[in-house]
């Protein structure tokens, strides 16, 4: 005869998925890890047999812990230096229906209002009915359901509309990095679409771009003048592989610190470019030993 779950079992055994979901929520590994410590504790003090439904009462804390942090972070990025990105995750193993949520699209659910984000994640993402979204947000189900449909209607603009495929994807990034580490202008130039983008987060801590680079011209000027320069050395490839859904590469850079590169590609042409070099949003990452150099 089995034993019944403990409350401590209970919440182990759920915590994959809150932390998915405070991660797509908030946008940080390392928030969404204390925001699922705090649910834990919320969790340990409950009264048990006034819980019907244990994996929806703790959805319910998750999200509410979410929205309340993301009151404070919203602030806190209005005084971000350069551009805000989500931190990096390598390779999620993410549920099948949360493989469409690409870094691309973190960054499209960063302009939502927070209730349209809870109500899209809980019900696009993680198949909750509105009736339970209204309990955990504070609406009414029609409300939450008008909710998730402008954020439904939002997101649909940032998806691609030729999605490319894992070969594809591996072999434009594996170029992409040598033609931009090594001063190939000319390769390079034939791998980024006319309007592409780069997005860079230093997060005012480490050298970085403060601006978006637009045009493949003037990105190519870009690492054309970095890899021109006398301090420059090829950087160490330690991951290549989907980040946060995109396909790209992790490295350490000549300033013996990891950055990752994600690509948004589309029609076989690199259409944006997502490089995270904060360092506190590295943290999390645990890289391999070196597994290439030079090459991707």
């Not at 349209?116 to 209204?134: K, M, P, S």
């Not at 090594?182 to 771009?209: E, F, H, K, W």
Request: aromatic share 6%.
């Amino acid at each position: 005869m089995s034993q019944p779950e403990s409350t401590a079992d209970t919440f182990s055994r759920l915590r994959p998925r809150l932390t998915r979901i405070a991660y797509r929520m908030l946008g940080s590994v390392v928030e969404a890890e204390d925001i699922v410590q705090e649910g834990f504790i919320r969790w340990h003090q409950t009264e048990k047999s006034a819980v019907r439904n244990e994996e929806a009462y703790l959805v319910r804390i998750i999200t509410r812990l979410c929205l309340d942090q993301l009151k404070s972070a919203r602030v806190r990025r209005e005084k971000y230096v350069g551009d805000w990105l989500p931190e990096p995750i390598l390779d999620p193993a993410a549920e099948e229906a949360e493989a469409d949520i690409t870094l691309t699209l973190m960054i499209a659910l960063e302009r939502l209002s927070p209730l349209e984000r809870a109500a899209f994640l809980l019900h696009d993402v993680f198949g909750q009915d509105f009736n339970q979204i209204a309990e955990t947000i504070g609406r009414d189900a029609a409300t939450c359901r008008q909710l998730a449909s402008r954020a439904r209607n939002h997101v649909q603009k940032a998806k691609p509309r030729f999605p490319v495929s894992n070969e594809q994807g591996s072999r434009i990034a594996a170029a992409f990095f040598n033609a931009s580490r090594t001063g190939d202008t000319q390769t390079l130039q034939t791998l980024l679409a006319d309007d592409v983008v780069m997005y860079a987060d230093g997060g005012g801590v480490r050298l970085s771009i403060i601006n978006p680079i637009h045009t493949a011209a003037d990105i190519t000027r870009f690492f054309d003048g970095i890899s021109r320069r006398a301090e420059f050395k090829l950087p160490t490839l330690l991951h290549k592989g989907l980040i946060d859904g995109l396909h790209g590469f992790a490295t350490m850079e000549s300033d013996d610190l990891p950055q990752t590169t994600a690509l948004e590609i589309e029609n076989g042409k690199i259409t944006a470019i997502y490089v995270m070099r904060n360092p506190e949003k590295l943290r999390h990452l645990q890289f391999a030993k070196t597994n290439a150099e030079g090459t991707a």
